[in-house]
């Protein structure tokens, strides 16, 4: 397989017992912007997790047994928010920071310029964040990662990355670690290049199952036209 193939979503997203949080955003054969957010966790308290989606359709995660809460300023936020022309989905509260500056016209870059990894010492659990943005009957794609620059946290390194135009059947793939360990090692690289196929439930089935038993907590994902606007949306939750 050369570096210009995608991945098969399987195989990418169960290379590991735990990439952490994942943003995938892609293309359908059929031409539909494609995003999928899932979240995983190891603690407790990172486990006590459920999505929740709005009427709108945008997206929030809330704790599903609140007495058993130990901290909720990292794990409680908007995951997926709508505004104007563009739709964004990131692991943290810098959702509302994007959202805030794309309304004062000002860009993702500039918006995220203002944020750095998370405060988890010793894992600096990276700040991943991806932007959709329709016009003309297309649309384009744009993702990040905040993370520290060394095992202190001493400074914080940003990394974008623009896709102008995706190929139908194809998606990228950025998540938030590497691998389990302790600390646990944060994402390096490109966001990878995989495979998007079949209808939304054929997908939403292909990134459930392919994620690990024990540490998957929810999953969302989304199907949206670009020309009408209109979405379809699954959302899984383990605990019920």
Partial sequence: MTAYEAVPTASALSRTTYPGRGIITGCSQDGQAVIAYFIMGRSDNSRNRVFREKPAGD???????????????????NAVRRVGHHLVVTNGDQTDTICDYLTAGKSFEASLCTRCFEPDAPNFTPRISALVTFQDGGFSVQQSILKSADAAGSDCSR????????????????HTYNGDGSPIPSFTGEPELIAVSGDIDAFTDA???????????????????????????RLINKNQ
Avoid: H, M, Q
Avoid at 159 to 174: M, N
């Fill in 159 to 174: 990394y974008f990355f623009s896709f102008g135009r995706l190929l139908p059947g194809t998606g990228r793939f950025l």
């Fill in 59 to 77: 997206v929030f995660t809330a704790a599903f047994d609140e007495s058993r809460v130990e901290d909720p300023r990292l794990i409680i936020y």
């Fill in 207 to 233: 990134v459930w199952t392919s994620l690990n038993e024990a540490n998957k907590i929810s999953l969302y994902v989304r199907y949206t036209d670009p020309i009408s606007g209109r979405f379809d949306s």
